[in-house]
């Protein structure tokens, strides 16, 4: 007995001895992860057989969180390293352009405005700007030049919600700022800033300003020779509900009154957050973010489609969702149009059960988009 007892308090300090210095040194495994290698290691010794039927470790962001996978061989979906200038590299919200004859210092191809969000930290979730070549990596065209507009300094103040577009020969980023003011008096923003190389940002512009809307997720598109803004704003008829509106504009800055845009096929119990849109053989197509409640409670994504310059938008079914990475939820997704015959790429925001937040990119069929 004593020996047994013995062996077993040797056993039990090398197994001390190693989680607390080789194992945070060099694996960082979780205890739970750690014991169970060990068990597992002691079994096949002993027994010559696998104890556990699958892998003991930390799951790979892509894996795949469906019991069917058979069928599924393709690697379709990329999680982008976004360089954010917090440095933790997690960033939501992107909205992102494709020129074809490039632009900025660089002259690259793909332009995108994000958030940073580290761990849905709404501190960070300033304005950031990003190129690229092909889409897959991505850096800020100068360094130290992110954020292009900073927090505010009101306790809750902060930032959100980018757009990009190419005007003419500039690129105009917009952005929402929600301020939460000492004497109780709360208002929300719509701002844009613009560059003429990507790199050098001026022209700090408030486009709308009010204390009784929202201006939730604006997403801009030029339809013929006039901008069209999409917002997410309280119901003209029901304040307890969440709608999606449409402004016009000749030229980014004024804008007129908003219209009421119907949204057909989305299930009563909830209502529209976020929205991004891309226009492909005069359609728009639409990857719709619904919630249930204010703030953005239980997102999801929706493919929905517009066939009438986007006064209205039909719900076409549910952005697929079954990667370990966006096991909590998905978030706002931005449609770009590369100009490839059957498909588009659909950069989207999504947050795993760790709380970590990516922005990943998905080739998505033109078809899907069918009514």
Not at 255 to 284: A, T, Y
Request: proline fraction near 4%.
């Amino acid at each position: 007995m004593i020996i047994v007892s013995t062996l077993l308090f040797i056993f039990l300090l090398v197994v001390f001895f190693y989680y607390n210095y080789l194992n945070k040194n060099f694996h960082e495994m979780t205890l739970k992860i750690f014991l169970k290698k060990i068990i597992r290691k002691l079994f096949k010794l002993i027994f010559r057989k696998n104890l556990f039927s699958s892998p003991i470790g930390e799951n790979s962001p892509y894996y795949i969180n469906v019991k069917n996978s058979n069928s599924i061989q393709n690697g379709e979906v990329i999680i982008l390293n976004m360089p954010t200038s917090d440095n933790f590299r997690q960033a939501i919200h992107p909205d992102v352009i494709y020129l074809d004859k490039g632009f900025g210092l660089n002259n690259h191809r793909f332009w995108m405005a994000c958030t940073p969000y580290p761990n849905q930290d709404d501190r960070y979730e300033n304005p950031e700007i990003f190129s690229s070549e092909n889409g897959f990596f991505w850096k800020a065209p100068r360094n130290n030049m992110n954020p292009l507009f900073k927090k505010p300094k009101d306790f809750l103040s902060h930032n959100s919600d980018t757009a990009i577009v190419y005007n003419g020969n500039k690129l105009v980023v917009f952005f929402r700022t929600s301020y939460y003011e000492k004497n109780g008096k709360n208002k929300n923003l719509i701002q844009s800033i613009e560059s003429e190389d990507g790199v050098h940002w001026s022209n700090l512009q408030i486009l709308m300003e009010s204390d009784q809307y929202f201006y939730l997720s604006p997403a801009i598109k030029k339809i013929k020779n006039e901008w069209i803004m999409w917002t997410v704003d309280y119901n003209s008829k029901n304040r307890n509900r969440l709608s999606i509106y449409r402004r016009v504009s000749k030229d980014l800055i004024n804008w007129n009154s908003r219209f009421e845009v119907n949204c057909e096929g989305l299930p009563q119990i909830i209502f529209p957050w976020h929205i991004g849109v891309e226009i492909v053989d005069e359609k728009i197509l639409c990857i719709l973010t619904s919630c249930t409640k204010f703030g953005g409670k239980n997102p999801k994504n929706w493919m929905a489609v517009s066939q009438d310059l986007g006064f209205s938008f039909k719900i076409l079914k549910g952005f697929e969702n079954k990667y370990d990475f966006e096991s909590w939820f998905q978030y706002r997704a931005s449609i770009v149009d590369i100009g490839q015959k059957d498909k588009v790429q659909i950069f989207y925001t999504a947050v795993d059960k760790k709380n970590i937040c990516y922005i990943a990119r998905k080739e998505q069929l033109k078809s899907d988009f069918e009514i």
